[in-house]
């Protein structure tokens, strides 16, 4: 079984004993039994074995629908950066799954990610450069006090959940920020998004789909109304509602529906991806106690730290593109029309081109990951994700240099967005 591991990591920085999931577990699921739409529970604990085998036995793996399952780095950089042959629009994908006219089909066929050049091109111009690193620096002592205020909440604890105590409240109120949504109207704002990400898992059931199309029902209602208010009063606000209300007045309208699917799009993007980076960082900092001392000791390591963290445990598995034209890929030719799962998990884990890949190591550099995609669709909110992760995790650390895991961890049992649901830790 020792061909499941890859590279050993380095003595002085093994898993703490009381780890309790099963991350450093050797299951793996060979080629003749790896199926997205049917995984066990196993896999979700620890995918990397089974990621790891595939790319080294068959890196363009042939899935029971015909799809293709790519894990090596160097062919998922490659059609990230090109959006001709690789589109990421996903109309003909998902009116089977959502059903055409859904709010869910609606949504997600409209929404940046799921879109190509015209309507990718004007909506990444519309937000311009509003979530740029210079612009979201300005919003650093909001979150700052934000997270402040979160840890004296936990002062004389005995016990937290790192997830619903903490990283979940951060991102929530940071994207209401760049909304404007005001803070006594930001109350379902996690719960609508989600059910609207949950649309997006492989296996979707029935309960989760009519409770997605729920969830984007409620959420374009608010924003109905709250848009309305937002266009009476229109200033020379810098938040990225009010710059694409102000592009929509300067000819290049948008419709109400794109307009508002674009909202929904950012907080989703925004949320629980940057919820997970928070929660898996935290744990991958306990899971190995050698790499917190280190962080503790240079508090100037959190940038490098975070790039790491994204590297080791991305929030975001898993992306898709559908071929627009007959395309030949490590020797394999592949048909028009087809679509590709690129995982990033396993990209990011690729020997030939990170070395010693499953040694967690805050002091990586360079860290080429492709947590956050790469070419035109890479991702729009990465310098506010960034920024939220290092100001919460160095702080958590700075504050509670003791803090344990403590009980049972649950991770979500979802292949494409990787995190926990629950995260219970002691502070000390």
């Known amino acids: ?50 990621y790891a085998l595939l790319r080294s036995e068959t890196p363009l793996f042939q899935c029971p629908d015909g799809s293709y399952f790519l894990t090596r780095y160097a062919d998922l950089n490659a059609i990230y950066r090109d959006a001709r042959r690789f589109s990421s629009d996903k109309k003909l994908q998902f009116a089977p799954v959502f059903g055409e006219g859904s709010p869910l089909y609606e949504h997600h066929t409209t929404s940046l990610v799921f879109n190509d050049p015209p309507l990718h091109t004007r909506v990444r111009k519309a937000i311009g450069n509003a979530l740029s690193n210079r612009v ?40 209401g920020n760049l909304l404007s949504i005001p803070k006594d109207e930001r109350g379902p704002l996690r719960r609508w998004s989600l059910g609207i990400l949950g649309g997006l ?14 969830c984007v029902e409620e959420f374009l209602a608010y924003l109905n109304e709250f848009i309305a208010r937002r266009r009476k009063r229109l200033t020379n606000e810098d938040d990225i509602l009010a710059r694409l209300l102000r592009w929509e007045s300067d000819g290049e309208r948008l419709s109400s529906a794109e307009l508002y699917h674009q909202c929904i799009f950012l907080l989703n993007a925004g949320h629980e991806t940057t919820t997970n980076l928070i ?34 445990e991305s929030s975001n598995q898993l992306g898709n593109r559908t071929t627009t034209q007959s395309v030949e890929i490590g020797g ?64 958590l650390f700075e504050r509670f240099p003791h803090i344990e895991l403590r009980g049972a961890q649950t991770r979500s049992d979802r292949a494409r967005f990787r995190g926990f649901t629950r995260l219970p830790v002691g502070i000390g």
Not at 6 to 34: K, V, Y
Not at 201 to 214: H, P
Not at 281 to 310: C, K
């Open 332 to 395: 394999v030719e592949i048909p028009a029309g087809t679509v590709l799962t690129l995982c990033i998990g396993a990209a990011n884990r690729d020997p030939a081109q990170i070395p010693h890949p499953d040694a967690f190591d805050i002091s990586r550099h360079p860290n080429a990951h492709l947590a956050f995609g790469a070419g035109i669709h890479t991702c729009a909110g990465l310098n506010v994700a960034r920024m939220e992760a290092r100001v919460a995790i160095a702080r």
């Open 279 to 312: 929660g898996n960082g935290v744990e991958l900092l306990l899971r190995f106690p050698a790499s917190r001392d280190q962080l503790i000791r240079n508090p100037s390591l959190v940038d490098s730290a975070v790039e790491e963290m994204l590297r080791y």
């Open 201 to 214: 898992e492989v296996g979707l059931d029935s309960e989760k789909l009519v409770y997605g199309n729920q």
């Open 136 to 175: 979201v620096e300005t919003m650093r002592a909001g979150l700052e006090a934000l997270v402040e205020d979160l840890l004296v909440r936990m002062e004389g604890l005995e016990e937290v959940d790192i997830v619903a105590d903490y990283a979940a409240a951060i991102p929530v109120e940071v994207i």
């Open 1 to 50: 079984m020792d061909r499941f591991h890859g590279n050993r990591i380095p003595d002085d920085n093994q898993p703490s004993d009381h780890h309790l999931t099963g991350t450093m577990g050797n299951f793996a699921l060979g080629s003749h039994e790896f199926d997205l739409r049917s995984l066990p529970a196993e896999f979700y604990l620890d995918p990397y074995p089974t």
